[in-house]
């Protein structure tokens, strides 16, 4: 009978230790918890004592934690991503709205001669063209960031539409000095892509390889071991590595003394096409010539 109660004596004794501890334990817990909650730290949950169910515990907390962390820092880095796409958007509209503005008050002197007035009124015209192509670019972004754009997928010939594309830039290659090198292989494979959609990413590439090309453009389409590829080569003898990192980011132009010939746009939006059709595109530097190369899917 002793020996019953020495025993119950020593379980019951057992019982309230681990009953303090587990209470201290959860103590300690909410007052880290409290800690992490009130000021901005790294801290995570810890215990002073082994006990596997206080270990879990705090454990599944610690993963919360880690995922809230991680959800602030993503939500931080999108604001601060949306303030500067607003900055960017903001400028990117006023230079050519103070531009019109600005014509428009010299069209409206009465003593302007008839000549100078039909410039400046093409000038006007120029400028708004561009405004409705940049607003245009902006909404075009929105619909496939969101993943709001619809493709229509057919079979398509990258040779014949990339062809008709380089003609129809004919006057612009020469206007601006420039003779392309193009090498388009024949008895290409088709390709499953939305015809539009590819339009809008040759005419962005080649649109980019003028404006960057300084005497020097190569584009090729050809056969890379039963992978369809797309390559346009411009100078890139003032870009960096850095650059090249950072080319397909919206609202970013390398090329700072002609950047006001750009808006960014043009190439996050090849960026995003491409990809949502299930093709690959990279940028390479190699010496002083820039690559971008897009590999399509095939039929």
Sequence with gaps: MIWIIIILGVIASIAVTLLVLNIKGIKNITENLKEINNISTNKEITISFPNNNLEKLSKEINKTINKKKQIEIKYKNNEVELRRAITNMSHDLRTPLTSILGYIQLIKDTSLPENERNHYIDIVEKRSKSLKNLI?????????EAKEYKFNYTSINLQNILSEHIASYYDDFTSNGLEPIIEIDENLPQIIADENAVSRIFNNLIQNVIRHGNNFIKIRLYNNNGIITTEFTNDGSNLSDKDIQHLFDRFYTADKPRSKQSTGLGLSIVKILVEQMNGTITAKLNN???????????L
């Design 288 to 298: 002083t010539n820039i690559s971008i190369i897009i590999e399509w899917k095939k």
């Design 136 to 144: 245009i670019g902006f909404y075009d972004l929105s619909r496939l």
